[in-house]
């Protein structure tokens, strides 16, 4: 790749997960890089976020561990299933031995916080990101890097990296037509309680109270699933509640994630189901329940154009199914790392191009098949399209945790290609 002494500029569209890991990941002599977020970053979305064993991996190698520290991480050291009838029955231990890291539960706030402070760090590699809040983009040309924002001021980068999440703008600047984020018929009820709030409800499992060993519990029946489990060292107790549009007996909010959850028909969606699992819901304060209507994306026909890429849920948005989200996001950060990597100065668009392609070759296939999988892991409450997954979750889960890295992954499947599919 062309090298030369002018400073490479780097634009990211969007500071949530994948803008923030993106930055980190790219910082390095003569290069700026820019995070345009559209909010004042005053407050992020609260709920528990995972970090999968093949994006813990990465935060390791990139030296990010200290400041991980000061997000409260919870190793989880397993799943636990119970049925319909809140009896056990079955139990899945993780080791950091299995999978080379742990999977790790943060309030995403936390997390997102903790990035932030790694992006804006000047004890990292090259300067640190300039983050430039409440800036809007408007439009994109993808072709050339210009950026445009809401206030009028146009911007021109090297390479424009979207990561501005499903409803991404630069995602149609890329494509040149929109893609909307598709509907997926299931609605996602999230709370966040103290630990504390479920000791002395009666006939909640003492595996589900004890934050140590950690663990995730999930309780399946028919179409509707719970998953929960404590993060923030064990303080706070996470739980989504997976329902079927219908079931949610609510009008469906016009995005992914932003409106209040009603109390009384998340009881109602889950009459059946234990008593105790009941009880938790109504310890929630009558406030602090959130519903999103998921939607994801069907695989795109290309992540790239001219100087733009996009990444994250803008590039391949996915059901929460597989915890994968934030940790597809910190696998593309380390694709544009590991193939930007011989960029020394200002790249020509070849060199873009060039640098883009191999990510969308080492990472298409692979998040793809996670898509899929975490779409068909929903129904029936979605009957959706698309590829059938021949794997078990056993497999998917080792699919999933073994990557190590795309320079890696590419050199053993070169066509990018899965036999699972």
């Not at 119970?82 to 997390?111: C, I, K």
């Not at 600047?173 to 002395?200: C, F, H, M, N, W």
């Not at 200002?346 to 640098?355: F, G, K, L, Q, V």
């Not at 979750?393 to 066509?415: I, R, T």
């Amino acid at each position: 790749m062309a090298a030369g002494n002018d400073e490479f500029r780097i634009i990211i569209v969007g500071g949530g997960i994948a803008g923030l890991a993106t930055a980190i990941a790219l910082r390095g002599p003569n290069r700026s890089i820019t995070i345009l977020e559209r909010s004042r970053m005053l407050k992020e979305t609260g709920a528990l976020i995972s970090l999968q064993p093949n994006a813990s991996k990465i935060i390791t190698k990139w030296g990010l561990d200290p400041f991980l520290e000061s997000a409260e991480p919870q190793a989880d050291r397993g799943f636990r299933l119970f049925d319909v009838t809140g009896q056990l029955a079955r139990e899945v231990p993780l080791s950091t031995a299995q999978y080379g890291a742990d999977r790790v539960l943060y309030h995403r706030q936390d997390l997102h916080s903790a990035l932030r402070d790694a992006a804006l760090s000047p004890e990292r590699p090259g300067q640190p990101v300039d983050i430039r809040t409440a800036s809007p983009v408007v439009a994109c040309d993808a072709e050339s890097g210009a950026i445009s924002l809401v206030e009028g001021e146009t911007l021109q980068a090297d390479l424009v990296i979207g990561a501005d999440g499903i409803k991404s703008i630069v995602r149609t600047a890329v494509l040149g037509e929109e893609r909307k984020a598709i509907p997926t018929g299931i609605s996602a009820y999230r709370i966040l309680i103290p630990t504390q709030s479920i000791q002395d409800i009666e006939g909640v499992p003492d595996s589900v109270k004890i934050p140590e060993p950690a663990m995730t519990s999930m309780v399946v029946g028919n179409d509707r699933r719970v998953i929960m489990g404590p993060g923030r060292g064990g303080k706070l107790f996470g739980i989504v509640a997976l329902v079927p549009d219908e079931k949610t007996s609510e009008e469906s909010a016009d995005d992914s994630w932003v409106k209040p959850g009603s109390k009384a028909q998340l009881l109602e969606a889950y009459a059946g189901f234990p008593q105790w699992l009941r009880d938790i819901f109504a310890s929630a304060a009558d406030d602090g329940i959130g519903l999103w209507q998921l939607r994801d994306l069907d695989p795109l026909p290309t992540w790239s154009q001219g100087r733009t890429v996009l990444v994250g849920d803008a590039a391949h948005g996915m059901l929460p199914t597989q915890g994968q989200g934030a940790s597809q996001s910190i696998e593309d950060a380390e694709a544009l790392q590991a193939f930007l990597a011989g960029v020394q100065g200002r790249p020509s668009r070849e060199d873009i191009h060039e640098a883009v392609d191999k990510v969308f070759q080492a990472r298409y296939e692979r998040v793809s098949l996670i898509q899929a999988y975490s779409r068909q892991q929903a129904r029936p409450g979605t009957e959706k399209g698309g590829h059938t997954v021949n794997l078990d979750p056993g497999q998917f889960m080792q699919y999933n945790c073994e990557y190590d890295g795309a320079v890696d992954w590419l050199s053993k499947h070169p066509s990018g290609q899965h036999n699972g599919r």
